[in-house]
């Protein structure tokens, strides 16, 4: 059967990383624990309005919190 629309591949809805929490994703938290990675290797985590501070503290803390970058 055709469907009228076909959803591109990569058009998955992004959910923001904080525990419990079914938001949309609106920014990218990049991290790096340089006790198991190394230098160059970033982890992501997703973040709504509302957890983007808490989860890009949580990084900062710990000193693991490289870049935040919005998601288009
Ligand atoms: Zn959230």
Same mark, same amino acid.
Do not use: Q, Y
């Given at each position: 059967?055709?469907?009228?629309?076909?959803?591109?591949?990569?058009?998955?809805?992004?959910?923001?990383?904080?525990?419990?929490?079914? &938001?949309?994703?609106?920014?990218? =938290? @990049?991290?790096?624990?340089?006790?198991?990675?190394? $230098?160059?290797?970033?982890?992501?985590?997703?973040?709504?309005?509302?957890?983007? &501070?808490?989860?890009?503290?949580? =990084? @900062?803390?710990?000193?693991?919190?490289?870049?935040? $970058?919005?998601?288009?």
């Amino acid at each position: 059967m055709n469907a009228p629309f076909s959803p591109a591949p990569d058009a998955e809805l992004l959910i923001c990383s904080a525990k419990a929490c079914r &938001e949309p994703a609106r920014w990218a =938290l @990049r991290w790096n624990n340089p006790r198991i990675h190394t $230098e160059e290797r970033r982890k992501n985590w997703l973040a709504c309005d509302d957890h983007k &501070e808490g989860l890009a503290e949580f =990084l @900062r803390i710990r000193g693991f919190l490289r870049e935040v $970058e919005p998601l288009s």
